[in-house]
């Protein structure tokens, strides 16, 4: 028998100000989503970018002594638990309590037909010629042309000069560095390591009214500086960035990662845990970003959310990724349009430098719900062929045989 609904306590967060420190895992046994709502010094509630789903952990990053609320992701926002995180909160436990919403159809069936709508064809022509700021297309370069490029770099690519390349090379179009992990990732998507879509209705009425409003030029235009982004993968200490920061409009942040946690889950076919949702970003002429692979831990499930764009006509700027056989794909899109990615696992970048005014993305990160990172997920670790697919148990067998 379920419990009548708590009735809220006066709780609130001392100081008022962002939570940003100590981290608090919560799990939801709840039947549907549920949303955390930060509590302010003045018991005032905001919206936090944390949905949890069914059996689902979520991670909030706070202070000590911080207040939350936990409440249905639904209209009626029905209250099913408070949190005070102190010095011990470690994990938190979300029971059923008071009338919740029955358990959540499958989302990844329930808009399946939608998604499978919004594939592009990934074979259509980069058309017109000499105009790729109008492209809307995926342009494979073979891996001999690409090697060759990687040796014998046009003067677009990688790092103009020294000042800008820093530790690296002049046109270095690589990070070498962080790659260990690569093999011990897993797969999470049978395609060729990324897939090229559109907006859904939703996502582009959440987006596109925001970025006319908030954005460059906007009534409410919100742009500020960026800040150099670390580990010498772009050169924004030398061509700064702008950013439309989610994480001041935290209703448009979580609508988003919510959206987007639907697109992931129905491309990968399995339940995700959200990390991050971050921008918008904005790269302005001349920006680049060298190939790299992303965090082991938190970004296996990603996408790259193409809001705005203000190019030169042969300035289309695409995001390539490279594929286990060294063969390169340049993935142009245009405002509306989204790449979904494996970023743990496969290199991926913009080393061309930016030609245009400016040009505006979103990430969301997704990682399996088992998958902790590289040492620290037992269904995965030791489990994996050589090209990141889980073994079978006739395959575990012949492994254990041949040792």
Same mark, same amino acid.
């Given at each position: 028998m379920l419990l009548a609904p708590p009735v809220p306590r006066d709780i609130g967060s001392p100081g008022g100000g962002c939570a940003q420190i100590l981290a608090s895992e919560i799990t939801s046994s709840i039947g549907a989503d549920v949303a955390v709502f930060w509590v302010n010094d003045l018991g005032e509630e905001s919206p936090t970018d944390v949905i949890i789903s069914p059996a689902e952990d979520g991670l909030i990053s706070t202070f000590t002594g911080h207040a939350f609320r936990i409440r249905t992701d639904d209209s009626a926002k029905t209250l099913v638990a408070e949190l005070e995180v102190s010095e011990t909160t470690a994990r938190a436990n979300v029971a059923p309590c008071g009338v919740v919403p029955p358990v959540q159809a499958n989302r990844r069936d329930a808009r399946k037909s939608e998604l499978d709508g919004l594939v592009h064809d990934q074979f259509a022509p980069c058309d017109p010629p000499g105009k790729s700021g109008l492209w809307s297309c995926v342009r494979k370069i073979p891996k001999e042309e690409y090697s060759q490029r990687l040796a014998d770099p046009p003067p677009e690519y990688g790092f103009a000069n020294k000042e800008e390349a820093g530790g690296r090379k002049v046109h270095e179009q690589w990070d070498y560095g962080y790659t260990g992990h690569i093999r011990q990732v897993p797969r999470v998507a049978n395609t060729s390591g990324f897939l090229k879509m559109s907006f859904t209705s939703k996502l582009k009425d959440i987006l596109m009214p925001f970025w006319k409003d908030y954005g460059i030029g906007g009534v409410k235009d919100s742009v500020a500086p960026h800040g150099v982004i670390a580990g010498g993968y772009t050169n924004s200490h030398t061509i700064p960035m702008s950013k439309l920061d989610l994480d001041k409009h935290r209703d448009i942040q979580r609508k988003v990662h919510m959206e987007l946690k639907d697109y992931l889950e129905w491309w990968t076919g399995r339940p995700l845990t959200h990390t991050s949702t971050f921008?918008?970003?904005?790269? =302005?002429?001349?920006? %680049?970003?060298?190939?790299?692979?992303?965090? $082991?831990d938190t970004h296996l499930a990603s996408a790259v959310i193409q809001v705005g764009q203000d190019v030169d006509e042969d300035g289309g700027w695409p995001l390539?990724?490279?594929?286990?056989?060294?063969?390169?794909?340049?993935?142009?899109?245009q405002p509306g349009e989204l790449v979904l990615y494996e970023g743990g696992r496969f290199r =991926?970048?913009?080393? %061309?430098?930016?030609?245009?005014?400016?040009? $505006?993305?979103?990430?969301?990160?997704?990682?399996?719900?088992?998958?902790?990172?590289?040492?620290?997920?037992?269904?995965?670790?030791?489990?994996?062929?050589e090209h990141g697919w889980l073994l079978s148990d006739e395959d575990e067998v012949q492994r254990h045989l041949e040792i």
């Open positions: 921008g918008i970003r904005i790269y =302005h002429r001349g920006s %680049m970003l060298i190939d790299h692979v992303d965090r $082991a390539e990724v490279i594929d286990e056989e060294g063969n390169c794909f340049e993935v142009y899109l =991926h970048g913009r080393p %061309m430098r930016f030609k245009g005014n400016h040009f $505006a993305n979103i990430f969301s990160h997704f990682a399996p719900l088992e998958w902790k990172g590289p040492g620290k997920s037992p269904k995965f670790d030791g489990h994996l062929d």
